[in-house]
């Protein structure tokens, strides 16, 4: 039996799958509708999450997709992090995450107030030890996500999930870690291939997801308006994704996520809610 706890936030095999609203802190995002820039864009954004249901929000101010055309300093990216928190943790009573790779943004946000660090780099980067030891340390929660290491030239895109998980799970373990509090997240959209399609990648991985379990930790799973489901529904605009997304996230649940990370907080609340439900129903047993 899958559980743990995100920030307070309980997550597992036996608990309602737990929802992470989007909010991007700077116009580098894929999708133009989490994007907030200024002090009252962010108090609306914040607000409307948690009114919509989101047990987490996850901040970020730095594009960390793979075809990024941009970088942002690390001072901007610190910047821009706490200036979100000072304004989102006085109106909003939720654990905020905080989606960075680099360690001082990741120190300056957690004093300011974020619980949760969400790194979509799996202690790959040059900080890893670093931001290790600062989770550790200040005893936070983790979302740590499968990132390939240099080859893309995999075998089977969920063993190479899965052993990218490993690697990240140990190395927190290595740092002391408390691994009650670690969820992890396969990746959807990160990793490339020069013999597997990236609708294939991603699809296998949704349908094979219940093959993370082997982990021991509960799964976060964000498809939220991904250029993957733009690719299978001939949708070029993130704006048009919304069905397919939550098409991928009913899905997703169903096959044993325990948390959601998207863009569409009150939307995706719906297609969960009925996955879960049935799911519950005994359709899939996990031992």
């Given amino acids: 039996m899958i559980s743990g706890k995100m920030s307070g936030i309980s997550l597992g095999d036996r608990q309602k799958v737990r929802i992470m609203g989007i909010i991007n802190l700077t116009k580098d ?6 994007v907030a820039t200024t002090s009252d864009n962010i108090k609306q954004a914040a607000l409307r999450l948690s009114d919509e249901g989101a047990d987490i929000i996850d901040i970020g101010a730095r594009s960390t997709a793979p075809y990024k055309t941009r970088e942002v300093s690390i001072q901007s990216e610190t910047r821009l992090l706490l200036s979100a928190l000072r304004i989102i943790t006085k109106i909003v009573d939720k654990p905020i995450s905080v989606d960075t790779t680099r360690y001082e943004p990741a120190k300056n946000a957690l004093k300011e107030g974020a619980t949760i660090l969400n790194d979509v780099h799996g202690f790959t980067q040059r900080d890893a030890a670093r931001i290790a030891n600062l989770v550790a340390s200040e005893d936070l929660s983790l979302l740590t996500t499968a990132h390939e290491r240099g080859s893309r ?25 408390d691994s009650r509090k670690i969820a992890i997240d396969p990746g959807i959209g990160f990793f490339k291939d020069r013999k597997i399609s990236n609708i294939d990648w991603n699809c296998s991985i949704i349908a094979n997801l219940k093959e993370l379990r082997k982990l021991g930790r509960p799964v976060c799973v964000g498809v ?9 529904l001939g949708k ?8 397919g997304s ?15 990370r998207t863009h569409d907080v009150l939307s995706t609340l719906d297609a969960v809610k009925l996955a879960f439900a049935i799911r519950e129903k005994g359709l899939i047993h996990y031992n």
């Fill in 153 to 177: 030239n995999h075998l089977d895109p969920v063993a190479s999930v899965v052993s990218c998980l490993e690697k990240s799970l140990d190395f927190a373990t290595l740092h002391g870690i």
């Fill in 246 to 260: 939550l098409g991928a996230t009913a899905v997703s649940v169903y096959n044993g996520a325990h948390m959601i």
């Fill in 224 to 232: 939220s308006r991904k250029r993957f489901i733009g690719q299978l």
């Fill in 236 to 243: 070029n605009d993130p704006l048009d994704r919304l069905n």
């Fill in 29 to 34: 995002s894929f999708y133009s509708g989490s």
